[in-house]
């Protein structure tokens, strides 16, 4: 029985990390995070209408986090229950392709490609349409370096709350009796609706405060242990490290300083500086140092980087599984 299920969760987590590789999220496929996002959408919606006080919004906005999440959670976990009562064949399935949604690393490295391609015949114009769809900061100006500066950026945060994070939540969901699917989903939830109303503009202030905060303390753990893996992977820890305690902590963000300058400190290049957003500049504090420009060969290594630390957390998660039920 013991063997039975170490081979299962062992079997899960490959074929999930394999089918995210190799497949990624298709366009046009159902996925789980458009139905986070559509009871996400009618829940702010019903709660904005309502105009309640900002504690009122605080509080409703509290509800709303723990029903999205506590719901994605259970609903995984009541799916991967009724799939396996149908068939274990069937259950098995349910779980990859669930645990696979969670993951963004074939994602993030089609968004980047796809900027990077036109970039690199020279059509600057479709570079900048094309990075308008990953981005929020406008892009119609960008120049050249900034586009690179802009992808860079990209996939060294999303590293860590795309791909790291919920490898890291499945793999501890691995190690209970709910296995990977109900945790996995649950940080997904809880990013999708940092991404949706965790911003300290209206009208999400109140609102959406309780699941940004969430968000940042549930992607802690997850971020400081990717700096670390990254330091270790670059071959340069002690530099990594020591930018990211110098640089980091000034960035607003809890989790994605730290994320992004790793990936710079990896790469010896400096993240960082003056974004339009709606036509309002704002100025990020600079991570790292410019010892070399930032090319697309560059962002391709931290890439490279997310891979070697994506499949080292895989190697050890699957030996702690392996350890725990005493194989």
Known sequence: ???ALWFERIGVLLLAAGLDFILGDPWG???PVQAMGWAITQGKQAILALKLTAFGERVSGVGLGLAVIGGSGFVGW???SLTYRIHPVLGLIGQIVLVASCLAGHSLRRAAEEVLA???SGDLAMARSRLGLYVGRDTENLSEADILRAVMETISENATDGVMAPLFYALVGSLTPL???PLALAYKAASTLDSMVGYREPPYTHLGWFSAQLEDRLTWVPCRLTV????LVSGRPRRVLALCRRDAPADPSPNAGWSECAYAAA????LGGVNSYR??????PLLGEAEQPITPECIRRGMALTRWAFLLWLSLGILSVGLLYGL
Do not use: N, R
């Open 118 to 120: 036109p970039l690199e």
């Open 1 to 3: 029985m013991m063997l």
């Open 267 to 270: 790469l010896g290049v400096q």
């Open 279 to 284: 036509g309002q500049p704002k100025e990020k």
């Open 228 to 231: 670390l893996t990254i330091a």
């Open 78 to 80: 009541a799916w991967v």
């Open 29 to 31: 496929w159902p996925h």
């Open 179 to 181: 296995g990977p699917v």
